[in-house]
């Protein structure tokens, strides 16, 4: 969420600004809603959806033109804690299975 700051400008209406947040945060807030139905209820929901959504940013990202190597360094920087989160949904899940 914090890269969406980007739509503060100077000469922007608050309803421009507003409407920027919001669409720059739409995949925060969809994650924020698959967290909180997969806390309790259904955490394979929340280990696939956080697995897949770090493989889509880099999917996205190797679909780039100007792709390069060391991009993958950095893109791990973002799509690691949603592999992590994934991951960690999916070991709770088997843990509590026994």
């Given at each position: 969420m914090m890269f969406s700051l980007d739509v503060f400008e100077p000469g922007r209406s608050a309803g421009e600004i507003a409407v920027g947040l919001f669409m720059h945060n739409i995949p925060a807030l969809i994650l924020a809603a698959i967290l909180a139905i997969s806390w309790k209820k259904y955490p394979v929901l929340g280990g696939i959806t956080f697995i897949f959504g770090g493989?889509?940013?880099?999917?996205?990202?190797?679909?780039?033109?100007?792709?390069?190597?060391?991009?993958?360094?950095?893109?791990?920087?973002?799509?690691?804690?949603?592999?992590?989160?994934?991951?960690?949904?999916?070991?709770?899940?088997?843990?509590?299975?026994?």
């Open positions: 493989l889509f940013y880099i999917a996205m990202l190797a679909r780039n033109p100007q792709f390069e190597w060391f991009m993958l360094s950095w893109s791990l920087l973002i799509s690691g804690p949603a592999f992590l989160i994934g991951i960690l949904f999916l070991i709770g899940l088997h843990k509590n299975k026994n």
